[in-house]
């Protein structure tokens, strides 16, 4: 099916930016629900941002709510996620992963999405 690959991650001082890219072959938002997992050193992998839908609907865990965005370019089949504002609490390796639609995106947790890129990390030094 779907396959993913993550880019854009690096190391950045905090209050700096990052906008990382999911590459999806095989994917719409139409069929499938994408989201942003990430996971530190110790923690539970989290889910922090999903769009789906034919309305491109999108939600956000409260964490990064009003920091990050996640968005999909018109032209490509890339999902992005902006990152504004970035604390070193926000430093994890960050995922996309994908789930079929007709069963429903929520809850965005790691148990219920079946497809996952590898992974890009992302540091922020204080």
């Known amino acids: 099916q779907a396959q993913l690959v993550e880019s854009g991650g690096g190391s950045v001082q905090a209050g700096g930016s990052l906008r990382l890219s999911c590459a999806a072959s095989?994917?719409?938002?139409?069929?499938?629900?994408l989201g942003w997992f990430r996971q530190a050193p110790g923690k539970e992998r989290e889910g922090l941002a999903l769009?789906?839908?034919?309305?491109?609907?999108?939600h956000y865990t409260d964490s990064v709510k009003g920091r990050f965005t996640i968005a999909r370019d018109n032209a490509k089949n890339i999902v992005y996620l902006q990152m504004n504002s970035l604390k070193p609490e926000d430093t994890a390796m960050y995922y996309c992963a994908t789930r079929f639609i007709t069963y429903g995106c929520f809850p965005l947790a790691e148990a219920r999405y079946s497809t996952w890129g590898l992974g890009t990390q992302v540091t922020v030094s204080s």
């Open positions: 769009i789906y839908g034919v309305n491109l609907q999108t």
């Open positions: 095989q994917y719409s938002a139409s069929e499938y629900c």
